[in-house]
């Protein structure tokens, strides 16, 4: 049973950098694509970023370009979003999920089901 655990969310002031951490097991990272998502109170979920890790190729929310990094340790079966240049409009839980890539879908949606509890990050001055 694949199972994920997210971890490094904060309160953090603007300008300011967190490193989250999703944390996988019960699953061989190289078949999956990982995708971090989150969701603000009141909005939908919103893929923010996501990574085929059998290849690296990557997928950016446009309103996270140039500022979020996606990253695979292979070694700890993590993939970690490095986000700077925090936003309050990044406020959110951010989640995230591994599942098969689906041409039909392209690189990054949300898979459906239940996955870990989420990372609060909350962005004010």
């Known amino acids: 049973q694949v199972q994920v655990v997210e971890s490094g969310g904060g309160l953090v002031q603007p300008g300011e950098s967190l490193r989250l951490s999703c944390r996988i097991s019960?699953?061989?990272?190289?078949?999956?694509?990982v995708g971090w998502f989150r969701q603000a109170p009141g909005k939908e979920r919103e893929g923010v970023s996501c990574?085929?890790?059998?290849?690296?190729?990557?997928y950016f929310a446009h309103s996270v370009k140039g500022r979020f990094t996606i990253s695979v340790d292979n070694a700890k079966n993590t993939v970690d979003l490095q986000i700077n240049n925090l936003r309050p409009e990044d406020t959110a839980v951010y989640y995230c999920?591994?599942?098969?890539?689906?041409?039909?879908?392209?690189?990054?949606?949300?898979?459906?089901?239940?996955w870990g509890q989420g990372t609060q990050v909350t962005v004010s001055s």
């Open positions: 999920a591994p599942y098969y890539y689906m041409e039909t879908e392209g690189l990054c949606y949300w898979p459906g089901g239940s």
């Open positions: 019960g699953a061989t990272l190289d078949d999956y694509v």
């Open positions: 990574i085929r890790v059998s290849d690296g190729s990557t």
